[in-house]
Nanobody, 118 residues
């Protein structure tokens, strides 16, 4: 079992920055690939960024060059640095842990709201 707790969301003006954090507990952090997803009202949840235990990353096209995902395995934490934020980035952001060897073993955090508005 993995517990995920997100933090760092809030209200920011267009062009601003936020850093989201997701603290994991309950299992071996390095066994999991970690991801950030988001869901805006009336839309499906979508992958924003993903990082494997070895550090390889991938991003949604809409955030490439603006968002950076990273992980600190010593702190069992994954981060999402979001720069040059746009109103269309507004959503609830969810942290996900996906076991890299065991199929269908994945966990979600409770989500944190990000609102980009002037």
């Amino acid at each position: 079992q993995v517990q995920l707790v997100e933090s760092g969301g809030g209200l920011v003006q267009p062009g601003g920055s936020l850093r989201l954090s997701c603290a994991a507990s309950g299992s071996i952090f390095t066994a999991y690939a970690m991801g950030w997803y988001r869901q805006a009202p009336g839309k499906q949840r979508e992958l924003v960024a993903h990082i494997r235990s070895g550090g390889r990353t991938n991003y949604a096209d809409s955030v490439k060059g603006r968002f950076t995902i990273s992980r600190d395995n010593a702190k069992n934490t994954v981060y999402l640095q979001m720069n040059s934020l746009k109103p269309e980035d507004s959503a609830v952001y969810y942290c996900n842990a996906d076991h890299e060897l065991i199929p269908n073993r994945h966990y979600w955090g409770q989500g944190t709201q990000v609102t980009v508005s002037s």
